[in-house]
């Protein structure tokens, strides 16, 4: 038995949007502990400096390491297109990103060979998304958007919540009637181009697809990275003989780093579809190495 099958998976985003992979994770691996991390006192990282970014990815990648984790996922894709190589290069566990599935995803998805790609300033302006496409089919176009509105709107909108009492669904947190004309005016330069695919490329996107798709129209497939980074994990781990007994119970924990435990949980608890009963606030000890 590899010593490695007890060992934890670490999982980490700006905030809630990791849990949408967590949630495939769980689906497809239902029987691996988990150790999620949301940067929730420095979310957004879109806007930020990559280096920055960078920064953050190696700190949480290093405290992760240091729980034991036998896999790493960023669940963030500005944080993959930040740091997914210093880390992979700094730490001795297998590290994956978000950007290269959710670019395989598109790939194989698209007939017109022409993809949407829509996430933060810093995903777009890092020009992840068409590398990693155009490394499996050169010969697809790409459009990438910047949609710096979206996290925000999903990070406030379940904080709001706070506030309005209990909500079943994401869908009913977020109706169409209130949101309809923010999303679809900033989806407005990508809805006028032949698109037949639209890459997802923010782990926070997939709580608001419905209104999403609502402004793509039918005929427009949308691709995120979760279920495809979830299936490499479980690759990864199979090929190691690393996986985790699918039938045993497991543990799962979670770490806030903003002050907002309570808020946290429940939210995210509607994220993940899961109930989040460890839930606590994570102090990240500086990370002493080169990023
Ligand atoms: N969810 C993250 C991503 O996939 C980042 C959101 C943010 O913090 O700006 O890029």
Redesign the pocket.
Known sequence: MAHDQRAPIGVF???F??LTVLAQLIEQMPGEDIIFVGDSAR?????RQLEEVRGFALQICSWLVVQGCKLIIIA????TAAGLQAAQRAFPVPIIG?VEPGARAAAHATHSRAVGVI??R??VSSGAYERAIHHIDAGIEVVSLATPPF?ELVEHGLQRCAAAGSVANAAQLFPACEYRALVRSALAPLRALPLDTLVL????YPVIRHLIADAMGPEVTLVSSAEEAARDAYQILHRRHALADAAQESVRCFYTTGDDVEDFKRFGSLVLGHPMERVCHLELPAYEGTA
Request: aromatic letters at 4%; proline letters at 8%; hydrophobic letters at 15%.
């Open positions: 985003d700006s905030g949007g990791g979310c957004p990282y879109g806007p963030c894709n500005t944080a978000v996430a933060t810093g995903t996290v490329g923010c782990t926070h």
